[in-house]
């Protein structure tokens, strides 16, 4: 299996729900790898906050960093670059993991507390 690293911007949390609103990608993200790691999937993500050392590290991504403040997050697969400035999407993941991921339903309103029903 694919070895993924994903060197991440400086941030407070990786799951995107700090702060006075939930960042939708970061949330994604941090699903998608929690999902894929329980399933055997090699991934590892660094945030430049926490783990500033990992940046300075990798010779790659520290002269990314030099060039443009403004590249990550970085996605490497294998000690390739695959993808700057975004995280990978569920399709990307797939094609480097392997493992598909299945998305799970967002609940809807339609129920007893949607709509006009009043039963709440």
Same mark, same amino acid.
């Given at each position: 299996m694919k070895k993924i690293e994903i060197y991440d911007p400086a941030m407070c949390c990786s799951t995107g729900v700090c702060g006075p609103s939930v960042?939708?990608?970061?949330?994604?993200?941090?699903?998608?790898?929690? #999902?894929l790691k329980?399933?055997?999937?090699?991934?590892?993500?660094?945030?430049? #906050?926490s783990e500033p050392q990992a940046f300075? #590290?990798?010779?790659?991504?520290?002269?990314?960093l030099t060039e443009d403040?403004?590249?990550?997050?970085?996605t490497i697969v294998d000690g390739q670059i695959v993808k700057t400035k975004s995280h990978l999407t569920n399709d990307e993941f797939y094609k480097y993991t392997g493992i598909l991921i299945v998305e799970v339903d967002k609940p809807t309103n339609n129920g007893c507390c949607g709509g006009d029903s009043g039963c709440c």
């Open positions: 960042d939708t990608e970061l949330l994604r993200v941090a699903t998608i790898v929690d #999902s329980k399933q055997g999937a090699d991934i590892t993500r660094y945030n430049l #906050s300075i #590290s990798n010779k790659d991504v520290n002269n990314l403040n403004d590249i990550l997050p970085i």
